[in-house]
Nanobody, 115 residues
Protein backbone atom coordinates (compact mmCIF):
# COMPACT_ATOMS: atom_id res chain seq x y z
CA UNK A 1 0.00 0.00 0.00
CA UNK A 2 1.41 3.34 -1.06
CA UNK A 3 1.87 5.93 1.67
CA UNK A 4 3.19 9.48 1.57
CA UNK A 5 3.92 11.00 4.97
CA UNK A 6 4.88 14.64 5.34
CA UNK A 7 6.83 16.06 8.25
CA UNK A 8 8.77 19.17 9.17
CA UNK A 9 5.98 21.70 9.41
CA UNK A 10 5.61 24.05 12.33
CA UNK A 11 5.51 27.63 13.51
CA UNK A 12 8.25 29.96 12.35
CA UNK A 13 8.79 33.72 12.32
CA UNK A 14 8.82 35.64 9.08
CA UNK A 15 12.21 35.36 7.43
CA UNK A 16 12.85 31.95 8.91
CA UNK A 17 13.32 28.57 7.27
CA UNK A 18 11.77 25.13 7.37
CA UNK A 19 12.49 21.92 5.53
CA UNK A 20 9.56 19.68 4.75
CA UNK A 21 10.06 15.98 4.12
CA UNK A 22 7.83 13.47 2.39
CA UNK A 23 8.61 9.82 3.03
CA UNK A 24 7.28 7.48 0.37
CA UNK A 25 6.61 3.82 1.03
CA UNK A 26 4.86 0.99 -0.75
CA UNK A 27 6.57 1.34 -4.11
CA UNK A 28 5.17 3.40 -6.96
CA UNK A 29 5.53 2.33 -10.56
CA UNK A 30 6.05 4.77 -13.36
CA UNK A 31 6.53 8.03 -11.49
CA UNK A 32 6.14 10.97 -13.84
CA UNK A 33 6.47 13.84 -11.39
CA UNK A 34 6.55 14.65 -7.72
CA UNK A 35 5.61 17.90 -6.13
CA UNK A 36 4.46 20.01 -3.25
CA UNK A 37 1.13 21.78 -3.03
CA UNK A 38 -0.37 23.99 -0.37
CA UNK A 39 -3.80 25.08 0.71
CA UNK A 40 -4.57 28.05 2.90
CA UNK A 41 -7.96 28.45 4.61
CA UNK A 42 -10.58 29.56 2.11
CA UNK A 43 -8.25 29.04 -0.84
CA UNK A 44 -7.89 26.36 -3.46
CA UNK A 45 -4.99 23.94 -3.32
CA UNK A 46 -2.14 25.36 -5.37
CA UNK A 47 1.06 24.02 -6.82
CA UNK A 48 4.19 25.17 -5.02
CA UNK A 49 6.96 23.18 -6.68
CA UNK A 50 7.27 20.19 -8.97
CA UNK A 51 10.08 17.95 -10.16
CA UNK A 52 9.66 15.71 -13.19
CA UNK A 53 11.19 12.25 -13.50
CA UNK A 54 13.93 13.87 -15.55
CA UNK A 55 14.83 16.24 -12.73
CA UNK A 56 13.31 19.34 -14.27
CA UNK A 57 11.87 21.67 -11.66
CA UNK A 58 9.23 24.35 -11.73
CA UNK A 59 8.02 26.72 -9.04
CA UNK A 60 5.11 28.98 -8.36
CA UNK A 61 6.10 32.59 -8.98
CA UNK A 62 5.39 33.41 -5.34
CA UNK A 63 8.11 31.05 -4.08
CA UNK A 64 10.77 31.29 -6.79
CA UNK A 65 14.17 32.00 -5.32
CA UNK A 66 13.02 31.04 -1.81
CA UNK A 67 11.91 27.40 -2.03
CA UNK A 68 13.81 24.41 -3.38
CA UNK A 69 12.42 20.98 -4.17
CA UNK A 70 14.70 17.96 -4.06
CA UNK A 71 14.61 14.20 -3.67
CA UNK A 72 16.79 11.46 -2.29
CA UNK A 73 16.04 8.25 -4.14
CA UNK A 74 18.20 6.25 -1.75
CA UNK A 75 15.75 6.85 1.07
CA UNK A 76 12.59 7.39 -1.01
CA UNK A 77 12.12 10.88 0.34
CA UNK A 78 11.39 14.23 -1.24
CA UNK A 79 12.03 17.58 0.36
CA UNK A 80 10.96 21.18 0.21
CA UNK A 81 13.48 23.63 1.59
CA UNK A 82 11.72 26.87 2.41
CA UNK A 83 13.76 29.99 3.13
CA UNK A 84 12.70 33.57 3.63
CA UNK A 85 9.27 32.51 4.79
CA UNK A 86 6.46 35.04 4.69
CA UNK A 87 3.11 35.11 6.51
CA UNK A 88 1.39 34.45 3.18
CA UNK A 89 3.19 31.09 3.03
CA UNK A 90 1.00 29.90 5.88
CA UNK A 91 -0.91 26.83 4.70
CA UNK A 92 -1.16 23.09 4.89
CA UNK A 93 1.50 21.63 2.64
CA UNK A 94 0.91 18.37 0.78
CA UNK A 95 3.29 16.19 -1.14
CA UNK A 96 2.10 14.55 -4.32
CA UNK A 97 3.31 11.91 -6.72
CA UNK A 98 1.86 11.68 -10.19
CA UNK A 99 2.44 8.24 -11.63
CA UNK A 100 1.16 5.98 -14.37
CA UNK A 101 -0.88 4.11 -11.78
CA UNK A 102 -2.49 7.11 -10.20
CA UNK A 103 -2.17 10.29 -8.23
CA UNK A 104 -0.94 9.92 -4.65
CA UNK A 105 -1.23 12.42 -1.81
CA UNK A 106 -0.02 12.77 1.74
CA UNK A 107 -2.21 14.04 4.55
CA UNK A 108 -0.37 17.33 4.83
CA UNK A 109 1.70 19.24 7.33
CA UNK A 110 0.83 22.65 8.73
CA UNK A 111 3.20 25.57 8.17
CA UNK A 112 2.46 28.77 10.06
CA UNK A 113 4.54 31.90 9.56
CA UNK A 114 4.10 34.67 12.09
CA UNK A 115 4.76 38.30 11.27
Amino acid sequence: QVQLVESGGGLVQAGGSLRLSCAVSGGIFGIRAMGWYRQAPGNKRELVAVMTRFGTTNYADSVKGRFTISRDNAVDTMYLQMNGLKPEDTAVYYCNIYAEGGDYWGRGTQVTVSS
